[in-house]
């Protein structure tokens, strides 16, 4: 066995297999042209070396970093306008290990790994292989943020960069400092109290993607994009919690939000504060990452990249941006087949957008659906995304409550602020004709996603639950919240008219029921159909298109 340290380059071609299938002479052509045009000989010219092809996949070894970067961006740079050929790099510098028939090393597995995070045409490098650049080099790779790769066990900080496109590039991910949170009064209790919510947002916000947090006391913190500034104030039993974004270089606030409550029991003051504004910032992350990435076309980008697009086209709570969304999910699965919150992605959209049309499944469909579900459960356990997504899955597709509530449960347990889990739950109970346990878990869904464009979509479920649970008052109150959010919804106003005639408000039922004659019936995310027992099939018929 020989080892030795080298600057390693797994390299792909991007959507081979298609091609392949597509036109066999022009995939074969373009691993020719690679090989013998761009590819293997700028390898060449630098110094390199290939150490093994694999169809259309490359291993390439160089002794220098500054000859590996020169190389990798001289053929990222020249294939920038091809029409076929876009290769993705991940680079990486490590021990190999050697023998007569093979090489073994964790660099190799690594290389491979950040490769299937690079965007089409470009290249990832890790946080190990950054260091070691200067000047130019390291100025022009971007952060990629933090990836959690297969068969790595910690997460891996990645650097990107792709050819220069027309307009500006890519930027890195977004950073927030967060700053030491004010208090008043000031008194050795309340200090506690605002360093322990302090704490916890650090430690909650940087288990996500899309960003990259820092404590202020680190020494990169006046080169974040964003700070993150708080200051609780308790009055007598009462607290108030206040947050704010703000762009560091010209103060401007791009969000702010005001957190009050009982501070008799400071911990759980405490505890609902960080529910609640963890899910708010969840979804401004969301939102960051988007605008980072806006002026780049789908074909561009990378697996996290278009997870990021995904997930803001989910917030726009139309079945067109879903259905962008599941396209979006389709190229990311092509990129690497086993991502598991792009199969996660993929299946959520398709089982909203069946119900929003108030479509069934076929049996193929829901067989795939389900594999793909297990598939990312078991890729990623420790994802309360991916349970949630099964959640729905069963629910709406399945009708099986049993395995909707364990996931929805260990979704919970893995992160007990995430309101979309509560919402799968409440489901669940909904149609397992637990009225009560659903209005207390879509209630708790409501609470903590105040920001969210769902939030209409919630308050629709959540008055059908007080409706099945003779809360009629309750129910109309909640579907005119809805109604104040989204008046042209038709559901919204067939589910009021409902509620008007169980009160007998026979002039406000009559109202109600000739505005939703002047709307016509359109699918929508935010009236899914509703998941009730067998028994409701009548009550469901009302609000479907026929």
């Known amino acids: 066995m020989r080892s030795r340290l080298a600057v390693l380059i797994f390299a792909d071609l991007v959507g081979y297999s298609r091609l392949m299938s597509d036109d066999e002479a022009l995939a074969i052509?373009?691993?020719?042209?690679?090989?013998?045009?761009?590819?293997?000989p700028r390898v060449a010219a630098n110094g390199g070396e290939i150490l093994k092809r694999m169809g259309d996949g490359w291993i390439i070894a160089f002794s220098s970093v500054t000859a590996t970067m020169k190389a990798a961006m001289e053929v990222q740079t020249n294939l920038a306008s091809h029409a076929v050929i876009k290769l993705r790099m991940g680079i990486h510098i490590g021990e190999i290990i050697e023998d007569d028939t093979d090489f073994y090393g964790a660099g190799v597995n690594l290389a491979q790994?950040?490769?299937?995070?690079?965007?089409p045409g470009g290249i990832m490098i890790s946080q190990d292989l950054h260091?070691?650049?200067?000047?130019?080099?390291?100025?022009?790779?971007?952060d990629a943020g933090s990836f959690r790769l297969k068969n790595i066990a910690l997460p891996v900080n990645g650097f990107q960069w792709r050819p220069q496109l027309e307009r500006a590039d890519v930027g890195s991910v977004p950073t927030i400092a967060i700053e030491p949170f004010a208090c008043a009064p000031d008194?050795?209790?309340?200090?506690?109290?605002?360093?322990?919510?302090?704490?916890?947002?650090?430690?909650?916000l940087s288990r996500r993607t899309g960003i990259r947090v820092l404590d202020e006391a680190s020494s990169n913190a006046n080169k974040s994009v964003y700070a993150l500034r708080g200051r609780l104030r308790i009055s007598g039993n009462r607290g108030r919690m206040n947050l704010s974004l703000v762009?560091?270089?010209?103060?401007?606030?791009?969000?702010?939000?005001?957190?009050?409550?009982?501070?008799?029991d400071i911990f759980k003051f405490c505890d609902d504060l960080i529910e609640k504004s963890d899910a708010d910032l969840r979804i401004q992350i969301n939102a960051f990452d988007d605008d980072r990435i806006a002026h780049l076309p789908d074909d561009r980008l990378s697996i996290s990249e278009l997870r990021g697009r995904a997930a803001s086209n989910f917030y726009q709570c139309t079945v067109e941006s879903w259905d962008h969304a599941r396209q979006l999910m389709d190229r990311a699965l092509r990129l690497n087949p086993a991502d598991p919150?792009?199969?996660?992605?993929?299946?959520e959209s398709v089982v909203m957008i069946s119900a929003a049309r108030y479509e069934i499944l076929d049996a193929e469909q829901i067989e795939q659906l389900a594999n793909q579900l297990n598939h990312a459960v078991e890729l990623s356990p420790r994802s309360d995304y991916v349970f949630t997504a099964r959640a729905f899955f069963r629910t709406f597709v399945l009708r099986d409550v049993i395995g909707a509530i364990k996931d929805s449960e260990r979704a919970l347990s893995l992160n007990p602020s995430y309101h979309v889990a509560y919402d799968t739950l409440g489901m669940a109970h909904l149609m397992a004709g637990d009225n009560g346990d659903a209005i207390s878990d879509l209630q708790k869904a409501v609470s903590l996603s105040e920001t969210d464009p769902s939030l209409p979509y919630r308050l629709f479920m959540l008055a059908i639950a007080y409706h099945f649970e003779n809360r009629n008052a309750e129910a109309l109150d909640t579907i005119e919240r809805a109604i104040l959010l989204r008046p042209n919804q038709r559901n919204y106003h067939i589910l009021k008219m409902v509620l008007c005639g169980k009160i007998g408000d026979a002039e406000a039922e009559n109202v109600a029921k000739l505005r939703a004659a002047q709307l016509p019936w359109e699918p929508s995310i935010l009236a899914l159909r509703p998941p009730l027992p067998e028994d409701k099939a009548d009550f469901v018929k009302l609000f479907s298109p026929d």
């Open 113 to 119: 790994r950040l490769q299937t995070e690079a965007p």
């Open 187 to 204: 008194n050795a209790e309340t200090e506690a109290a605002v360093a322990d919510l302090r704490d916890q947002l650090i430690l909650r």
């Open 131 to 142: 260091r070691q650049l200067t000047g130019e080099a390291a100025k022009v790779f971007t």
């Open 29 to 40: 052509g373009a691993i020719r042209e690679l090989k013998e045009k761009h590819l293997e």
């Open 247 to 264: 762009v560091r270089e010209n103060g401007n606030m791009v969000w702010s939000q005001s957190y009050e409550g009982n501070t008799s």
């Open 341 to 347: 919150t792009a199969l996660a992605m993929h299946a």
